[in-house]
């Protein structure tokens, strides 16, 4: 039983390592290619939308973020859908300089149902040609200056889908903030630009994603309501041929909850989205990396599966190891030792493994990370522990119902406020 138990945990972590293993030439791809830098030879006009629910806190700044930009104003308008708001987030929106539309469905409830309103009420209010791609930000958001400009620059290129770099307007708030922070600036860094210069899609991240009128109006609005309806749709996309592109300097400041409670709700509902998205299109992705000979399709399965399945299994087989030791008090000593150490292997091969990426992330990124030198330091070392919060998460995922629920967004800083902060 003890040879079992070992032989077992090594080969999760061997098949982990292999599933994986192409990441490492992502990030030696990221060193020797640099991104290639577009020049726009036109202004391309442009819609952008933001989905607020009670954000009168926060979604001022952001639309005061949108109205600054580099871009000519001329050339895109801002929406904002007021969903189910209590509070005067329509007013402080249009105050700002935002068209807003109120809507009130206790129904069909969540940020896809208001894509998808705004975009139809768009579609039969606008002229049909009136804009060549649409914006999606979420109302915590703020943007750097020239965020349309360089988003504009790749699409200008021909590419129908784009997603941007998302930093964080809270790195320092809390161990939480900083481990979402250094995730997708890692995700940027080490997933989108590698896949950009390689040729290959990215997937979009949640906000901060531009995608040509075309496809909307072909799919007749937005029409991806799984709980995470991004990967829902970068899958799909990617299925069906289409390629995200990535625009490395188009710089986007997010919001990240700080506080375990308000984090494992929303990665309880990520967890639950992804395996929904992995039970709706799985089927397909193993079909197109086979017939298709897909390597985007590989690497979107990668990011939907074999993490979570295989701690997973890893977890369930080691906890029924454990118990029949108990039940043979002859096998209880050995069996928990077994178990124990096959254990902390994995789990001190997966902390140093997570701690190489958040150091690697660190370093690289250290001009973006927007907090005293003190902090960036500290959190390296709790986004190993952050990302194995993840486990009871993903197994909770697996049994509870989950739906959509509003975070509160209480982080109410400018661009400027938050690029002027000096490290310490």
């Given amino acids: 039983m003890s040879t079992f138990i070992t032989v077992f945990n090594l080969c999760i972590f061997a098949l982990f390592t292999l599933c994986y293993a192409y990441q490492l030439f992502y990030v030696f791809a990221v060193f020797t290619r640099k991104p290639k830098r577009y020049i726009a030879r036109k202004n391309h006009r442009y819609a952008v939308l933001i989905s607020g629910r009670n954000e009168s806190a ?10 600054e930009q580099s871009y000519s104003s ?3 308008d801002i929406f904002v859908v007021a969903d189910n708001c209590t509070d005067n987030t329509a007013a402080v929106a249009a105050e700002a300089g935002a068209i807003v539309f109120e809507r009130f469905n206790k129904v ?33 958001n703020v943007v750097d200056q020239h965020f349309i400009a360089e988003m504009n620059a790749v699409f200008d290129s021909g590419a129908r889908i784009v997603t941007s770099y998302r930093n964080s307007k809270n790195f320092d708030s809390s161990w939480i903030s900083a481990g979402y922070a250094l995730w997708f600036m890692r995700e940027g860094k080490y997933l989108s630009q590698a896949r950009e210069v390689l040729g290959t899609s990215c997937a979009i991240s949640g906000t901060g994603f531009l995608i040509s009128a075309d496809i909307l109006k072909r799919d007749g609005g937005w029409t991806h309501h799984l709980l995470t309806e991004d990967i829902e749709f970068s899958v799909d996309s990617i299925i069906h041929g289409e390629r995200i592109a990535y625009a490395p300097r188009a710089i986007l400041y997010d919001e990240q909850p700080i506080t375990f409670s308000a984090s494992w709700h929303q990665r309880l509902r990520w967890s639950r989205g992804f395996y ?3 039970m709706h299109y799985g089927k397909d ?24 399945l295989l701690t997973l299994l890893s977890v369930v087989v080691n906890a029924t190891c454990m118990f029949i030791g108990f039940l043979d008090l002859s096998l209880t000593s050995v069996i928990s030792r077994a178990t124990g150490e096959a254990l902390f292997f994995s789990f001190f091969n997966f ?3 997570l701690l190489g990426f958040a ?10 990370i927007h907090a005293a030198t ?15 919060t993840y486990i009871p998460i993903a197994i909770t995922a697996l049994f509870k119902k989950v739906e959509w629920r509003p975070i509160a967004h209480t982080v109410v800083k400018s661009t400027q406020e938050i690029v002027g902060r000096t490290s310490k």
């Fill in 108 to 140: 069909e409830v969540g940020k896809s149902y208001a894509l998808d309103y705004a975009l139809k009420r768009i579609f039969n209010e606008y002229e049909d040609s009136a804009y060549e791609g649409f914006f999606v930000f979420d109302a915590d």
């Fill in 74 to 76: 001329e050339f895109y």
């Fill in 58 to 67: 926060v979604i001022g700044n952001l639309v005061r973020s949108l109205k």
């Fill in 351 to 353: 902390y140093m493994m």
């Fill in 276 to 278: 929904q998205v992995f």
């Fill in 359 to 368: 150091v690697l992330t660190t370093i690289t990124e250290w001009d973006q």
């Fill in 285 to 308: 992705l193993v079909k197109n990396i086979f017939s298709k000979a897909s390597f985007a399709c590989y690497d979107m399965l990668m990011t939907l599966a074999p993490a979570m």
């Fill in 374 to 388: 003190s902090m960036k330091i500290k959190y390296m070392f709790t986004f190993p522990i952050f990302m194995f």
